[in-house]
């Protein structure tokens, strides 16, 4: 033991060496030693198994993992993809789907969601309403809304409706008059890209 420990330290360095000298003593090859509570490798790692899920419940998939759900859970995600802050905003793609619609075309669906929006955002005005096709050639619906979050912010709000099956696909991206011409056209080209699967 080093003679720099003070005395009042002495009993600690010293109970340290004798468990130090009873783990040594006491190991064998089978077990690993062990220090600060972590077991050092005494030679390579198993990787873990990964059990299959269980057959009951839903196996719900996103883009980098999978959690199996009870029965009676719903997948309520809306997806945000963000881009470039600029002239005051942040530029993102929201995705949202609804299943399980009732609805029996692609233009109930839309007027359905321009309800929606106009309960949400106080005061907007319809500029567009149109048939559009994404770049797969699927059949889409475009809305345009203009309305003021603040009185000296003036923001468009564009929406494309897909509908697939029974389910309902509502892309929406919001620009200011400037980024309208700026980023606009990329971020339109974007949202055409989108393909249901």
């Known amino acids: 033991m080093s003679p720099e420990?003070?005395?009042?330290?002495?009993h600690?360095?010293?109970s340290g060496e004798k468990e130090k000298g009873k783990k040594v003593a006491s190991q064998t090859e089978a077990e690993p030693e062990v220090l600060r509570g972590m077991p050092i490798p005494t030679s390579r790692a198993r990787q873990p198994e990964i059990?299959?899920?269980p057959a009951s419940g839903n196996l719900y998939k996103a883009n980098s993992f999978t959690i199996n759900l009870p029965d009676q859970w719903t997948d309520k995600t809306i997806f945000t993809l963000t881009g470039p802050a600029t002239d005051d905003i942040q530029h993102n793609i929201t995705v949202n789907a609804k299943s399980d619609l009732?609805?029996?075309s692609l233009l109930e669906f839309a007027e359905s969601q321009f309800g929606t929006l106009e309960s949400e955002l106080k005061g907007c005005t319809l500029l567009l309403n149109e048939p559009c096709q994404l770049t797969s050639g699927l059949p889409a619906h475009r809305a345009i809304f203009v309305w003021w979050p603040a009185e000296d912010l003036r923001l468009y709000q564009e929406q494309i409706y897909v509908l697939h099956g029974n389910t309902g696909f509502t892309l929406t991206a919001s620009f200011t008059k400037?980024?309208?011409?700026t980023i606009g056209p990329e971020v339109e080209r974007a949202m055409l890209s989108f393909q249901p699967l």
């Open 102 to 104: 009732e609805v029996e």
């Open 5 to 10: 420990i003070p005395d009042y330290y002495r």
């Open 178 to 181: 400037k980024t309208r011409k």
């Open 51 to 53: 059990a299959p899920p």
């Open 12 to 14: 600690l360095a010293e």
